[in-house]
């Protein structure tokens, strides 16, 4: 099971001391966060995709490029990368770009964004969300794996023997996860490609994900991928910790009560019992996690959301500390323990090369045995 | 089973409040009516003010809480509504709109429902027709023909003027129950397939 950290990138004012980072400061905190991430174990790096303020991230694949040059094993991803916005051919070659310098530790998570104005930014229209999420993803598969592409569609200009370049390091294109917070269409969409999805689950009820995750398990078997309990699930989480419960909530309550998004509304009470959140020891954030696998499976990756809401970076780096020294060990061991062995892990660019070769060998093998798919007529004979 | 569910949203902020005590009224004849053609009723009646920070909570983070979550399905599986607001500077009341603001906007389609409201002035009567009726087309309810608005007055020397209204209409609501609402599609149970959206 990979576990990791995702940032939002947001430039949040710190409400307990009214100190506001600048932009630069929030970029390079995101970098000196992704570090401390591969330092102290964790398997995953991922951050978000803004145009608008306060979010800082509008260039994923700069920024990851940065720290790749700086990180020797942790992977880079997205949460999430705009599918309906960015040009799906400016997509395909950015990340296999960052692929070749990161030497593959590259995955992305698609989303559709939750902000309605950056679709007329990029020349779109909301209304096409999930026609654009469908089209610009059938076209980046395309460009990933045909050499070669002539392609026509609703959205962008057509294409003509176009080449995507560079090619996707070893051939093997990265590891796409489908990100959905409401949207049975993209769950619909990840299993069909048998592709991985991801269910940003951290504002929502335990209830509501855990239908969205079954929908896609039981598609990804109907597609015929696997067993739907072979699927490849990953969800949020949000934590912070002390060694004492009472501390931890003490701490974080200004910055949950003032945070984006949820301020002002529910309690902490409240928001913890209904949602992921969970404030306490490493002890209740090692169990809260454990509980996930009951209402979702065994599932292959769990990203936590540890730098947001003002908090300073001081903070989410022992909060870090804490999660790789106390708290990951404990889970990794734990879920390998519950994991049959017929549930897959996440794929990474190694594994995925690997299959590439298996199902290349397995070719020359059975080589003159090209099954021709029978004709309409042949069929209705 | 030869029952009816009816749900009551009323939205008064006083105790006793007048808003409910109309809902109550109006609950009663329909349970009559309904009762006169040999159908059973189950009434289930929901003040809004016990949900207001579940509201507020709702449209701030963007989901219900688990005891809001019920309520809402309530109404959306109920077979008709009563909706009671008060009048509050000439339209429905704030948290009145917010409850049909959290309520998913296909959860009431095709649903007979009947409108009422309270005020303290007679002269604001057509808070019905101009308020609450646009909110309930826009929901694509089936608002019945006659609205019941209750003014002070109405509870005191104008009663009598009052029960032929209500009786009135929870006599259209009964009828309009009769209608077939249509049934949705659940998107868990039956997803658009792949193709279809790739073709589409
Ligand atoms: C903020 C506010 C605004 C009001 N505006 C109006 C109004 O425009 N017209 C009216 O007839 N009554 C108005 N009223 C009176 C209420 O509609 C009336 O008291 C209502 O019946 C109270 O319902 P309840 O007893 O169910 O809480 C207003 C009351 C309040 C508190």
Redesign the interface.
């Known amino acids: 099971m990979q576990f990791g950290v995702f940032s939002v990138g947001d430039v949040t004012e710190d409400p307990t001391t009214g100190v506001t980072p600048t932009e630069g400061e929030r970029i390079k905190a995101m970098v000196a966060i992704a570090l401390k991430a591969e330092e102290v174990g964790l398997d995953v790096f991922a951050q978000g995709e803004h145009h608008n303020p306060p979010f800082v991230p509008s260039s994923p694949t700069t920024q990851l490029g940065f720290i790749a040059a700086q990180t020797s094993k942790i992977i880079l991803s997205t949460s999430t990368t705009l599918i309906t916005t960015n040009d799906p051919v400016k997509i395909a070659e950015d990340y296999a770009m960052l692929q070749h310098l990161a030497d593959g530790r590259v995955d992305l998570m698609m989303g559709r964004g939750n902000t309605g104005p950056v679709y007329p930014w990029f020349g779109q229209d909301i209304r096409n969300g999930i026609a654009l999420a469908v089209e610009n993803y059938a076209l980046l598969r395309r460009l990933w794996r045909e050499d070669v592409v002539d392609w026509e569609g609703k959205f962008r200009t057509p294409l003509q023997g176009f080449t995507a370049t560079p090619r996707p390091l070893d051939g093997v294109p990265p590891f796409v996860w489908h990100g959905s917070i409401r949207s049975p269409e993209i769950a619909e969409q990840a299993a069909y490609y048998g592709d991985g999805f991801f269910h940003n689950n951290i504002f929502w009820p335990i209830s509501h994900t855990k239908q969205m995750i079954e929908l896609y398990r039981r598609r990804f078997e109907h597609y015929g991928h696997g067993a739907a309990d072979q699927a490849i699930v990953g969800v949020g989480g949000q934590v912070f910790m002390r060694k004492n419960s009472q501390d931890a909530v003490r701490e974080f309550r200004p910055y949950f009560d003032n945070a984006p998004v949820y301020g002002h509304g529910p309690s902490l009470e409240d928001f913890t019992r209904e949602t992921p959140l969970t404030v306490g020891s490493p002890q209740e954030v090692i169990e809260r996690t454990l509980s996930f696998r009951e209402h979702f499976g065994d599932y292959q990756r769990q990203l936590f959301l540890m730098d947001h809401a003002g908090l300073p970076l001081k903070t989410v780096l022992e909060q870090l500390d804490i999660l790789g020294e106390e708290v990951v060990p404990v889970l990794r061991k734990e879920f390998a323990a519950l994991k049959p062995a017929h549930v897959p892990d996440a794929p990474t660019h190694a594994s995925l090369k690997a299959a590439a070769e298996r199902a290349r060998q397995l070719e020359t093998i059975d080589e003159p045995a090209v099954v021709a798919e029978p004709t309409a007529e042949e069929s209705t004979r | 089973m030869n029952e009816r569910v009816i749900a009551v949203v009323t939205a008064g902020l006083t105790t006793p409040s007048s808003s409910r005590l109309l809902a109550d009224q109006l609950s009663a004849a329909v349970a009559d009516e309904l009762s006169g053609r040999g159908i059973s009723s189950r009434i289930e009646t929901i003040e809004v003010r016990d949900h207001a920070h579940d509201l507020?909570?709702n449209l701030?983070?963007?989901?219900p809480?688990?005891e809001l979550r019920e309520v809402l399905e309530t109404v959306e599986a109920a077979d008709a509504l009563i909706v009671v607001s008060p009048t509050f500077s000439a339209s429905y009341s704030g948290l009145f709109k917010m409850f049909f603001d959290v309520l998913d906007d296909q959860a009431l389609a095709g649903k007979p429902v009947l409108l009422a409201a309270t005020g303290g002035t007679e002269r604001h009567s057509l808070v019905l027709d101009f308020a609450l009726r646009p909110l309930f087309a826009y929901l694509k309810a089936l608002p019945v023909p006659t609205g019941v608005y209750a003014a002070s007055t109405d509870w005191g020397p104008n009663a009598a003027g009052l029960r032929p209204r209500i009786t009135q209409a929870a006599g259209e609501l009964v009828a309009a129950l009769h209608h077939e609402t249509p049934t949705k599609s659940d998107?868990?149970t039956n997803?658009?397939?792949?193709e279809d959206?790739?073709n589409?």
């Open positions: 507020t909570n701030l983070t963007g989901f809480s688990a998107p868990f997803p658009t397939p792949f959206l790739l589409s």
